[in-house]
């Protein structure tokens, strides 16, 4: 089945939002009814839809529940970063590094008080860090 191109990313992989909004139409769901059925407004969804805004998380955990997928086929790079204990890696990695939080901080231009908030998972790790942490090599 073709995708329209605005769900491919610029190496021709299928975007969070064209794996997202591919199902719906698989399943015959319209974006009205799926939007009803996880609790958001259609504008945001046509949003999601139209690559306009990012589909967070906890939506496509919900998109995944109501389209009974695979929550991990919806999820970019990002997201199954996310998605996997990624407070336990950067604690781990960090140590094998032989970093102190405040180092790591101070290599992401965020305080030690934000990396204990990530490794205890108080805060998820915005999209623009989690690029940061692949720009240092951080991730592997």
Not at 37 to 62: A, F, H, K, S, W
Not at 82 to 95: A, C, G, L, T, W
């Amino acid at each position: 089945k073709a995708l329209c191109d605005r769900n491919k990313d610029a190496n021709g992989k299928l975007t969070v939002t064209g794996n997202v909004f591919l199902l719906p139409k698989e399943k015959e769901l319209a974006g009205n009814n799926l939007a009803n059925l996880i609790g958001i407004d259609r504008v945001t969804m046509i949003r999601y839809e139209n690559n306009q805004l990012d589909c967070p998380y906890d939506v496509i955990i919900r998109i995944s529940e109501a389209l009974n997928v695979d929550r991990h086929l919806l999820m970019d790079e990002y997201l199954q970063f996310i998605d996997y204990p990624y407070s336990v890696f950067i604690k781990q990695r960090r140590k094998e590094l032989h970093l102190r939080q405040c180092d790591l901080g101070e290599q992401l231009g965020v305080t030690r008080r934000q990396i204990e908030r990530w490794e205890h998972s108080v805060n998820i790790i915005p999209k623009e860090k989690y690029h940061k942490l692949k720009d240092i090599h951080f991730i592997p």
